[in-house]
């Protein structure tokens, strides 16, 4: 039984207007390293007639003084959460002085101050920990705000909006004033000061408007911030040319810190970036990481239209700017390089990361109805399930269609915040179509399954497609309605042609008849992943290798050679399979795909890339962790053993050039490494690894050796890792590689070796990328060594929770995911993690964001 008080949820139903609006906030503050002083001057407005006092939350302030139209007020009420005044008239100004202590605030919450700097995250609800207001997102504000500190330490002062005045003082110390001409919600306040190489460069807008581009880093890294810079120039583009959306402030700061609990954050104006987003140079950064940057920066652009000028209403409606700007950002990225790689990508986070959510006890849709925490609601539901429904609105309206209802959308909500109700329905209402089934995608947890069987009628040449929809049943929810799912369907030919369909599926069941084949097609379903949907049917080998090899679809080719290697590794499982892929099956499409001589390198090294162990444990019904790895290891020996030559022929045909992140080298660097991940276990593996360290020009040939020594378990992988660790050990964020490859090296003493890599002089228990890189590699990617049958790993990580949590509670709450998955594990393993749970839970300390995890995950059922 835990010792915390119950915590009440927040429901999405019992939403209230404010009852008040602070339609203007001047703020002040004088930034000191023992008290920082905030002073904060409201115009409020009663919101109708009513009698009702003003409560504004607040956090861990110190409250000096309050004033009501310049008098001093002693009458409020005062409490740990909120400043309550009362008998307020309609319309008045609030003075409110407090203090707070930035330096000791370790949740990177609200304002706080590592590394030297002063830094802000107000996101979801951190502004309650700066100043007393009404800290929500439908509460919409101009902003006005002065900075003083000492100008020698802290040279830059930023904030959101146009810089508007500054000035120097006697004392050493300075002063910035800005202002943000634009209303906004309280959550996308910024306020950073720190000393900082900038990088200026400017954009032109398509009306001619010249914007200041700046970006902010460390001393020294300036050099590792120029593609930050160009990417965001191309997003500014792109977003002009398809969305005919143009930026609106006269300048543009991204600042990036190593200290931040999120990838970044698309403050008005003034973006607040983790810098492992925004630095890179080929030597430091790989080719992800260069991808990784271009979509984050592009993403927090996007939202200056989708959250900022349009925002939520509520942060149920979160996935309303999250989903959209997601969606967005994919869109970007596919365009700047390769589309159906991109799209596989996006997959891969749905089928092992999303699905596994609506799978356990956090359960939820993408608007969901109640929340303990709000940080809680970041999930890869909100944001990555949300992005594929805006993705089926996409299909189903058609480009044109869907731009013609963003066109209505802003036209209808600038300046606003609204629900996704709102969003739909300007969709709805620009293409005349209704989309009342649709919204159930905002509504209804849980991943739907879709249940196919075909039939052929050779006399008539048709073909018949039933197909049944059936969502499973999800603790928050025991009824389950029809969904709009579009399906996407390719008929294969034997000659080679073929032909595509969108089937609607509205109903539980529903037939599609087509007529007119000369013989039976093979038919490929969920054409581009075109729902977030699982699909049960039984293809033959034969239909698979067809599709994995002749489709015009990129990603069913991907999903075909998928599946023929899960139903093989399932095969082998006590969980059996619905068909036995046999041994030639897999050399046939290793032959096909290896002698077709394929254009898309990035496609290829995809293909032969075997299925994730979260993936895999998403398709079955029981997690068997020996026999899983096994079965999987089992098939890599046998692909290793018939391919080898080819491999070889591959490899050594890549010529290594000059390091440029473009797309055809990154695929030529992503099929190498993927061969050599294979080539690794052989005779000649080890010569091959180090060779390719040796000589590698840039991290991703670097890495890519790292990793292939460690996978294939080669003598010289502490060797190459140690000569890494001194070439790198300054720079903590290249370092984070470093970290992370140890931690999900599967070895019997891997507990042994997370302790030394916490006791190294770069990892910080403070600092959430070094945790991540540690612990979060070890919980989420090293399955022997966190399911370990002793429940020794369960352990380890439940005991180092417990003091996360007393640190920064958002980066607990994410690492604890893990533990509250165990419902396909066997019972042995389920009451080992049940009882890390239970202990984690016994703590009357603990935090409602890992409270609200853990708590939902024993009442699992």
């Given amino acids: 039984m835990s010792n915390k008080t119950p915590v009440t949820a927040k429901r999405r139903l019992d939403y209230q207007p404010p009852a008040y609006q602070i339609h203007d906030i001047e703020l002040s503050f004088n930034l000191d390293d023992e008290v920082t002083k905030v002073k904060s001057l409201l115009h409020v407005f009663k919101q109708g007639d009513h009698d009702q006092p003003l409560k504004l939350d607040g956090e861990n302030l110190t409250l000096i ?55 802000t995250q107000c996101e979801a609800e951190g502004f309650r920990k700066i100043t007393y207001f009404l800290d929500r997102p439908d509460v919409l504000s101009k902003y006005t705000v002065t900075i003083y500190a000492d100008k020698k330490r802290y040279p830059y002062l930023l904030s959101n909006g146009n810089k508007i005045d500054s000035g120097d003082l006697e004392d050493g110390k300075h002063w910035v004033k800005w202002q943000d001409p634009f209303f906004k919600p309280c959550y996308l306040f910024a306020l950073v000061a720190g000393d900082f190489d900038k990088l200026t460069q400017s954009f032109t807008t398509s009306s001619g408007r010249k914007v200041a581009l700046e970006l902010y880093v460390d001393k020294g890294m300036a050099h590792r911030g120029e593609h930050a810079l160009a990417s965001l120039k191309k997003a500014m583009k792109w977003d002009e040319v398809v969305f005919d959306l143009e930026y609106d402030l006269d300048i543009y700061m991204v600042v990036a ?78 365009d700047m390089g390769s589309p159906v790689v991109n799209r596989i990508k996006n997959v891969k986070v749905i089928r092992e990361h999303q699905f596994a959510e609506d799978a356990s006890a956090m359960a939820h849709p993408i608007r969901p109805d109640e929340v303990i925490e709000m940080n809680n609601f970041y999930t890869v539901t909100v944001y990555d399930k949300g992005a594929e429904v805006i993705r089926m609105l996409h299909t189903l309206l058609t480009p044109a269609g869907f731009k013609r209802g963003i066109d209505l959308y802003f036209k209808r909500h600038d300046g606003q915040a609204v629900t996704c109700d709102d969003f739909v329905n300007a969709m709805q209402d620009a293409n005349s179509i209704n989309l009342d089934q649709f919204k159930v995608w905002y509504e209804q947890s849980g991943t739907p399954e879709l249940t196919v069987e075909q039939d052929f ?45 969108i089937i609607h599926l509205t109903q539980s069941q529903q037939k599609l008849v087509r007529d007119g084949f000369d013989v039976e097609p093979t ?36 999903d075909a050679a998928q599946t023929i290697y899960s139903q093989f590794i399932h095969s082998l499982t006590p969980n059996g399979s619905t068909l036995a892929i046999t041994q030639e099956t897999i050399t046939a499409l290793l032959d096909g795909l290896l002698e077709s001589a394929m254009e898309d390198q990035a496609l290829l090294a995809e293909m032969i890339t075997l299925p994730s162990v979260e993936t895999l444990v998403q398709q079955v019904p029981k997690y068997y962790v020996e026999s899983l790895h096994s079965a999987r290891e089992k098939l890599e020996r046998i692909i290793i053993s018939h391919a080898q030559p080819m491999f070889e022929k591959q490899y050594h045909g890549l010529a290594f050039t000059n390091y440029d992140y473009t797309p055809s080298q990154t695929a030529t660097r992503k099929l190498r490494n993927q061969l050599l991940m294979y080539i690794a276990s052989t005779e000649q593996g080890e010569e091959l690894v180090t060779q390719q360290f040796m000589q590698s020009d840039n991290m991703t040939d670097t890495l890519g050796a790292l990793k292939a020594a460690q996978h294939a378990k080669c003598k010289c992988f502490d060797k190459l890792m140690s000569q890494f660790e001194e070439t790198w050990r300054a720079d903590p964020i290249v370092l984070d590689k470093w970290f992370a490859l140890h931690a999900s090296r599967q070895s019997e003493d891997i507990l042994s070796r997370l302790d030394l890599l916490m006791g190294h002089q770069q990892f910080n228990h403070e600092n959430p990328n070094r945790v991540r890189s540690v612990i979060g590699s070890f919980a989420f990617f090293n399955s022997t060594g966190f399911h370990a049958k002793d429940g020794s790993g369960y352990r380890y ?59 939902k995950s024993l009442g699992y059922q």
């Fill in 65 to 119: 003084e309050v004033k009501l139209n310049g008098k001093s007020l002693q009458q409020y009420e005062l409490t740990d959460e909120a400043l309550t005044l009362s008998n307020l008239p309609d319309e008045c100004f609030i003075e409110i002085y407090t203090e707070i202590d930035p330096a000791s605030n370790k949740t990177l919450e609200g304002l706080y101050k590592a590394s030297g700097s002063y830094c």
């Fill in 257 to 334: 810190v190593d200290f931040f609990n999120m990838g970044a954050m698309e403050n008005k104006g003034l973006n607040v970036f983790n810098s492992k987003y925004v630095l890179a140079d080929s030597q430091t950064a790989t080719d992800e990481d260069y991808f990784n940057i271009e979509s984050v920066i592009a993403h927090e652009y996007f939202h200056n239209w989708t959250g900022n000028r349009v925002t939520c209403r509520d942060w149920f409606q979160l996935s309303l700017k999250e989903g959209l700007t997601v969606f967005r950002d994919q869109q970007f990225s596919a």
């Fill in 457 to 501: 009628a050779a006399d008539t040449g048709t073909l018949t497609l039933t197909i049944q929809q059936h969502t499973p049943v999800t603790l928050d929810q025991s009824q389950k309605k029809p969904l709009y799912i579009p399906v996407r369907v390719e008929y294969l030919a034997n000659d080679g042609s073929s032909t595509t369909d």
């Fill in 523 to 558: 038919v490929a379903l969920l054409g581009d992943f075109s729902a977030p949907v699982k699909v049960i049917r039984t293809l033959s080998a034969e239909s698979l290798l067809t599709i994995a090899l002749h489709s015009n679809d990129g990603f069913s080719r991907w």
């Fill in 797 to 855: 990580i439940g005991q180092y929770l417990q003091k996360l949590d007393k640190i920064n509670p958002q980066v607990a709450s994410r690492i604890v995911t893990p533990l509250t998955q165990w419902q396909k594990l066997d019972e042995e393993r389920i009451v080992k993690m049940k009882a890390e749970l239970v202990r984690l839970l016994d703590n009357k300390d603990l935090s409602n964001d890992v409270y609200e995890k853990v708590s």
